[in-house]
């Protein structure tokens, strides 16, 4: 018998997992315009599953000259850092001509170290587009995991404008994978009547968060370390700066708020990159007269995060769309209760009226409302805190590695479910 060590389980011995995350690497700081919740899934998910005895392997394009060929990530994982383009960072649009350049060096990385692959998991379609392919190349089965969808995204909010290249890139990944993780029972439904995805093919495995990272703390502490007034009430936003978060659903609540009111709004998130979209809401604010009650921190470390959760006495997510929302659970986590919009995943991570609020309607009126009534009341904030840290437990990273992990367990047992048929001229034609 083999002696398998504390976290180590008898499916993932000998098996090789290539991760692919091709436009962001899971070591870039979130906060970013595209650094966010994929990032911190990746880095989170390789960890747990190496820690289980698989080797894992995560394919990115290198976006800095300083990036060395390989990065260790934890235990039996690495970051392969694949030059595809620049070596910097580049819009994310330009990044879909460079794929079939990474795709070529993907192979011939894994050629020239003998590697061959059980398993591809893709994230985000340009990830899909080339994991297809690979996966053949490798007779290694497909799991795609998409994290937003163009039709999704297009439907959620008119001036988002993903292109027919990606939803048809999306529509062969999802006709052609073996198998599709996705977050919440809602995105399991999108991709059956947006994308005529037969269920059967899709997991339903909700992210998850670092219970001991994200800890409920005395929240004077908190405020003192971030230099936060005293007795300000503090209403915090975090996230990717950019229009499907509806910061601007979140000013316009502020201004909607009782002027008197002794109030601040942190936003947390943003980088160089987003200076233009920070500067349109900073004119936002200023329109509407609540300038002073703003403050546009920037991003912050991940491991410092739980210092702003614990400040604050509300979280706000006000999506447009959402198909997890990491922000939501971790703010819970911290036993900071949540005033998020009714979509995708937050309509099954926050519970109405018992960790937080869900607000149906994308305009500020309703945020308001539900904000002064938390503001209002110590008692509801602190009986909402209680009842979110526990309402969050389930979400631990352990549950989403067991989860994953029987996936492949799964697929690793039978038969291909289907083969991977990526058209040629979306795998080959610059994108
Ligand atoms: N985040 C961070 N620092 C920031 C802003 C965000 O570490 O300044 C992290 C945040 O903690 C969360 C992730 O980025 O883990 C955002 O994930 P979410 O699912 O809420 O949104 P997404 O980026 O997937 O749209």
């Not at 990474?102 to 170290?113: G, K």
Request: one cysteine or more; proline letters at 5%.
């Amino acid at each position: 018998m083999t002696l398998l060590k504390h976290d180590q389980k008898p499916e993932a011995a000998g098996r090789r997992i290539a991760v692919l995350s091709v436009h962001t690497s899971p070591l870039a700081a979130p906060g970013g315009r595209e650094t966010g919740g994929m990032n911190v899934y990746v880095r989170e998910l390789s960890r747990e599953l190496g820690a289980r005895g698989y080797t894992v392997d995560v394919y990115t394009r290198r976006a800095s000259a300083q990036a060395p060929e390989t990065q260790p990530i934890g235990p039996n994982a690495r970051v392969i850092n694949i030059a595809a383009g620049p070596a910097e960072m580049i819009e994310k649009d330009a990044i879909a001509a460079h794929l079939p350049e990474f795709e070529d060096r993907v192979s011939a990385f894994a050629a020239r170290e003998g590697l061959a692959y059980d398993i591809v998991h893709s994230h985000y379609w340009m990830s899909g587009a080339v994991g297809a392919p690979l996966a053949d190349r490798w007779g290694a089965r497909h799991v795609a995991m998409f994290h937003t969808l163009g039709e999704v995204k297009n439907r959620a909010r008119i001036t988002e404008h993903e292109t027919a290249l990606r939803i048809d890139a999306e529509r062969a990944i999802a006709a052609s994978a073996d198998a599709i993780v996705v977050a919440s029972e809602h995105e399991r439904q999108l991709l059956a009547s947006l994308y005529g995805v037969d269920s059967g093919r899709v997991s339903v495995v909700p992210c998850g968060v670092d219970l001991d990272l994200f800890t409920p703390m005395d929240k004077e502490v908190a405020r003192r370390r971030l230099r936060l007034r005293d007795g300000e009430r503090i209403i915090l936003f975090v996230g990717r700066i950019e229009p499907l978060k509806g910061i601007d659903v979140l000013i316009g609540a502020a201004a909607q708020l009782h002027d008197d009111e002794n109030f601040r709004v942190l936003i947390v998130g943003g980088d160089s990159r987003t200076a233009a979209e920070v500067a349109q809401l900073r004119s936002l604010a200023a329109r509407l007269g609540v300038d002073h009650h703003i403050a546009f921190v920037g991003a912050v470390a991940h491991e410092d995060l739980p210092l702003y959760y614990n400040a604050a006495d509300v979280c706000v997510v006000p999506s447009y769309y959402e198909s997890f929302g990491m922000v939501a659970v971790e703010s819970m986590a911290c036993g900071t209760p949540v005033v998020a919009s009714r979509v995708g995943g937050l309509a099954s991570t926050v519970r109405d009226g018992e960790t937080g609020y869900l607000i149906s309607w994308r305009c500020p009126e309703p945020f308001a409302e539900r904000l002064e009534l938390l503001l209002g009341n110590d008692e509801l904030r602190a009986s909402f805190g209680r009842a979110a840290r526990e309402a969050v437990e389930r979400f631990r990273w352990a549950n989403v590695a067991d989860a994953v992990s029987s996936l492949y367990a799964r697929l690793l047992e039978g038969p291909a479910a289907c083969v991977n048929a990526i058209p040629a001229d979306l795998r080959r034609t610059p994108l």
